[in-house]
């Protein structure tokens, strides 16, 4: 475990610390953690999504990707950045998910299309012991991990709550793994970290926060989640209320254009209405956000996007 | 729509190989293919995935379609940003500042070398380099060719390996620094804020021009003393895979990175090469087949994009891949860094010109005087590695061009009805979206990316798409470990 106990705090409290996150930080925790990564590995898998999730995810630098790699998680399947593929990929997986049943992470990222018996998404094939191949559909894999796992975490807004894919138009039945989980009667306990891509430290920080709970639930509470099944570490204040142009709002200083200086209200910006702490956590290892930039756009709620669109209308 | 294969692989036999999924792409790409005496003698490409773009953009404000259609993919967002927004300059008829289309330049350019490095190191190098025996980087395949197998000489083998798996964590960093790049007047990566229709957001100011330079500095750094380098040294392992691979030959591009204010020029220039010819680019003569795709005309044939139809139908008989079939004059084109370094034919870095000569005793000044060795799996990611440096050089110059505290936006008027078509090249290829507008909504949006450039299905003639051909004559010695498959699908960056 070479994850350092500053780094660790950086990645929890963006400088801000509350109990949760002291608890967190403990360092048992970061003791548990590598034993955490040793005894509940993670099958991350996809189905309607743009790879955003896991490309965001490599832009962590509290840990940095290459420590949460080699060191943090044990990533046995991800269809981007695992060696193996085809067949052998996919066996692997199966073979994982039944050695650790009850105790792997599932990640799911991209939203589960149910129209068509799911073949809006085929994921992978196997083959059975007459040698013939059959394809397996995002809504079978889901189907058949999600109850073995210890924990399911829906990555991004897409599997959270549908998102890009079940927007308005959808003709596929995107659904969100909530639904898809109360339609099934599935009971593993399910984590969502939003985000039209989310943040890598909410990623982690979420992974770590979950470890730390199932090795010891007693010293670390599952973290507080809110009615959108998001930990409130992360999502618990809105960006408005924090924005540094805050006090041009107040005083009706709106940017005429995007150039101009001014609150972005009436551009569209979406922070109102938006929980986040990209406000003060910033984007890209600190350098930008979307706010400063141009306009919030209100990518991890649930009515993203089509509650939060036109993007560029003010609400 | 199971089907049985032929286990033992004896000599005459044609042995089905299904790869389901074909990782370390981004999407659900599956490839089967029929080897015969160990080589590839035909090809199927299997796109698994459907979102519906098409539809879930149909009566949205036109300016809310940079947003979406960058969910297309996580990897090149910009590009997708890219070509709506020159749709939407091209429909709203509004002119980007100067400064507007360099700093667009800037951020397409940074994340040009985010996905470069990307894809060489992180998707396509586990190819190659043997990674340490843990997850994610086993299992891997028993007999994976690598680079520990192809040098006999165990201490050179370990040595070379390390040197490869170093700059593979190494790259890590690299990428990130580059997405810090985009991020800088971008706002955020991936999904970036900053361009919209009419320019971008952000005024550069001069510090953050200074830090984009900063890391800028470092990334070129990585560019020329190790990317490049890896590349030819990999090459030189890799001999066979020089003439492996070739394909149709046929490349198309529609240029990239605008030079002038009104588009003219561009740093890659448009250009198709067709049966041993260079000629100019016409967009009429694009058209996009379905025969073999999950897709419903409601006419027989082609159609030109700007009449394009997007009704799915996952049981339509005889079809077997979501991605529809375009073709330029009839022809399958291949795009991606080959096709714009063909097609442009820029003078190859220094690097590259040393090594070239010392490694392979070639003379090369230009890409073009690769010959035939362009054509081929090692070809196409030495044009890709080529393609950073060259890209690097131009940013070099925007850095010098971006003016400090200048506009770099026209706020556009949405007109009630209009069209217009975004050209433009993502890292893996050529690009279009084409954006129609009525009562000021969209009515019609239709994207042509690479993956449908490259890894389409059987047209109407029943032409193989470009990477279905350019599997054909793959070898495949060891039919448990069809190792070049998938190093030939990863070349092209699908
Ligand atoms: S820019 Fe957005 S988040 Fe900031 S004050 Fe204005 S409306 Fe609120
Ligand atoms: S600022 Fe808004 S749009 Fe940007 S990442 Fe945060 S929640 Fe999403």
Redesign the interface.
Known sequence: MSLSRREFVKLCSAGVAGLSISRMCHPGVLHAMTEGAKKA?VLWV?G?????????L??S?HP???EI??DVI?????????????????E?MYAVADKFKGNFFLLVEGAI?TA?EG???????TTDA??????ITMMELVRELAPKALATVGIGTCSAYG???A??????G?TSLKDFFEHEKIKTLLVNVPG??PHPDWMVGTLVAAWSHVLNPKEHPLPELDDSGRPMLFYGENIHENCPYVELYDKAQFAP???KPGCKAELGCKGPSTYADCFKRR???G????V????C?G?VEPDF?DGK?????AE | MSQATTPHGGAGDTVRIPIDPVTRIEGHLKVEVEVKDGVVVDARCYGGMFRGFEQILRGRDPRDSSQIVQRICGVCPTAHCTASVMAQDAAFGVKTPTNGRIVRNLIFGANYLQSHILHFYHLAALDYVKGPDVAPFVPRYTNADLITDRIKDKTKADSTNKYGLDQYLKALEVRRICHEMVAMFGGRMPHVQGMVGGGTTQIPTAERIADYAARFKEVLKFVTDEYLPLIYTLGSVYTDLFATGVGYKNVISFGVFPLDDDGKTSLHKPGVYIDGKDEPFDPKLIKEYVKYSFFDYSKPGGLHYSEGETNPNPDKAGAYSFVKAPRYKDKPCEAGPLARMWITNPAISPVGQKLLKELYGIEAKNFRDLGDKAFSIMGRHVARAEETYFVAQAIEKWLKEVKPEAETYAKPEIPDSAEGTGFTEAPRGSLLHYLKIKDKKIDNYQVVSATLWNCNPRDDMGQRGPVEQALIGVPVPDIKNPVNVGRLIRAFDP
């Open positions: 590995p996809q309607q999504g743009c790879t955003g999730c896991s490309v965001s490599l832009n630098v940095r990707i290459k790699l080699l044990s990533l046995e399947f991800h269809p981007t950045v695992m060696g193996s593929e085809g067949t052998l990929a996919v692997h299309p068509k073949r809006y998404c085929i994921v992978g094939e007459k040698g013939h191949h059959k394809e998102g890009i894919p927007a308005r138009g959808n003709v596929t995107a039209c891509p254009t995007f150039t984007w890209n290892n350098i930008n956000w979307c400063e930039n141009a306009v756009i990518c996007p669109s036109p993007f560029y209308v």
